[in-house]
């Protein structure tokens, strides 16, 4: 059974930073793809980073890029977003997500990072920036 367990959020102050860290259980890690979503209240659900973890590709939404990190540890199961020079915009509940890489297609242009294509998602996680 695929598992999916975030972890690290809370409470920031804007300019502050977070790291948070998807645990993932039940699956070949390497062949899937990772990505970590977020949804604000009366707001779609939005792809912000993805990262395949078998060559290391990675995508970032223009509304992160350049302040966030993903990465991935192959022996840990777990896949990081670092989360640096954070606003009160980026707060939101926070949400990995993972699917076969041949499920998911590539990551070009930010098409395998749509919440759509995943099908196995871990339970959220409340982020919170004050301003």
């Known amino acids: 059974e695929v598992q999916l367990v975030e972890s690290g959020g809370g409470l920031v102050q804007a300019g502050g930073s977070l790291r948070l860290s998807c645990t993932a259980s039940?699956?070949?890690?390497?062949?899937?793809?990772i990505g970590w979503f977020r949804q604000a209240p009366g707001k779609e659900r939005e792809g912000i980073s993805c990262?395949?973890?078998?060559?290391?590709?990675?995508y970032y939404a223009d509304s992160v890029k350049g302040r966030f990190t993903i990465s991935s540890d192959n022996a840990k199961n777990t896949v990081y977003l670092q989360m640096n020079s954070v606003k009160p915009e980026d707060t939101a509940v926070y949400y990995c997500?993972?699917?076969?890489?041949?499920?998911?297609?590539?990551?070009?242009?930010?098409?395998?990072?749509?919440?759509?294509?995943?099908?196995?998602w871990g339970q959220g996680i409340q982020v919170t920036v004050s301003s």
């Open positions: 039940g699956f070949t890690f390497g062949y899937y793809v």
């Open positions: 990262i395949i973890n078998h060559d290391g590709l990675r």
């Open positions: 997500a993972t699917d076969r890489q041949g499920q998911i297609g590539p990551l070009t242009s930010g098409y395998g990072c749509n919440a759509p294509l995943y099908g196995y």
